[in-house]
């Protein structure tokens, strides 16, 4: 049977969706279940990675309208090198295609890509066309689109950890200086503030080795829509959510009322 969630598109993105004060300045998306979703219609898994690419673009372009500062897109993990090869070789292709393709888009929206994770890894082509959109793309105004690719949270951390090891032994850093300032300060992109809000598609409820370090205090959002289903309307939503959520940190929220 088919999955219910999936069944029927929403309506077009409400065009008078704004961002209020409080609401998160950083999304980031853990994108799944193209797969999924392309094997529930009888088609190949790489079918969906296409669908997918659609709905990058559709959510890139929405955040940019709704002046989001950060999003943070889940492309490809440093895990997702175990899937067969020819689907890892269309994933390259399509991160290509986007590279090039996307290049009005986000110049078109003012927005500034940049990348989160291990290039070094990657085909040459791809990570030039990366490189080359991130360079075009920097001087930009507009929401922050950070791609992680070939991305996992514990290899960020462990090379955060790598380099604080070499500046300690070269004299630079004191061990007693080594405070979580430090580690977010030797992390991928420093810039890079941590996400309010992390939204995942398809259902699954864990986080997949994404942004371990920087996602301790995010909200999470799972909706059981599959990726190349997720429209800007689901966005809106998970944004709605978000204002409901109470933020303690560990702390109390007096506004809660007697015993709360
Ligand atoms: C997400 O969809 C895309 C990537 C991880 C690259 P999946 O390919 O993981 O789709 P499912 O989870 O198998 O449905
Ligand atoms: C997480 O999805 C990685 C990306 C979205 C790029 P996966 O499909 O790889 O996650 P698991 O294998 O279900 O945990
Ligand atoms: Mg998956």
């Known amino acids: 049977m088919a999955r219910a969630t999936s069944a029927a598109a929403p309506p077009a993105a409400p065009a008078d969706f704004r961002l209020e004060p409080g609401d998160p300045r950083h999304v980031a998306v853990i994108m799944d279940g193209n797969g999924r979703w392309a094997r529930a219609r009888g088609r190949a898994r790489v ?3 296409r669908a997918g690419a659609r709905t990058v673009r559709a959510i890139t372009t929405e955040c940019a309208r709704l002046g989001l500062p950060e999003l943070t897109l889940y492309a490809f993990s440093s895990e997702n090198w175990r899937r067969p090869r020819r689907e890892v070789g269309l994933l390259m292709r399509l991160l290509l295609r986007h590279a090039v393709g996307e290049r009005r888009t986000i110049m078109d929206n003012g927005v500034r890509l940049r990348t989160l994770g291990d290039l070094e890894a990657l085909p040459v082509a791809v990570r030039r066309e990366v490189e080359r959109t991130v360079e075009l793309s920097a001087s930009n105004r507009g929401t922050v689109l950070r791609l992680a690719l070939n991305y996992g949270g514990r290899a960020e951390i462990a090379a955060a950890a790598r380099r604080i090891a070499e500046r300690a032994v ?3 850093l004191a061990p007693a200086q080594v405070d979580e300032g ?5 992390l991928h992109d420093p810039s890079m503030s941590d996400p309010d809000l992390v939204i995942r598609t398809a259902g699954e409820m ?5 942004l371990l ?3 301790s205090y995010a909200e999470f959002w799972v909706t059981p829509v599959e990726w190349p289903d997720f429209r800007e309307t689901h966005l809106h939503e998970a944004i709605r959510e978000f204002r409901r959520r109470v933020r303690r940190y560990g702390g109390v929220v007096e506004s809660q009322g007697p015993g709360g």
């Open 206 to 210: 864990r986080l997949s080795n994404f």
């Open 47 to 49: 079918w969906g990675h």
């Open 170 to 172: 070269a004299g630079e």
């Open 182 to 186: 430090a580690v977010a300060a030797h």
């Open 213 to 215: 370090w920087q996602a």
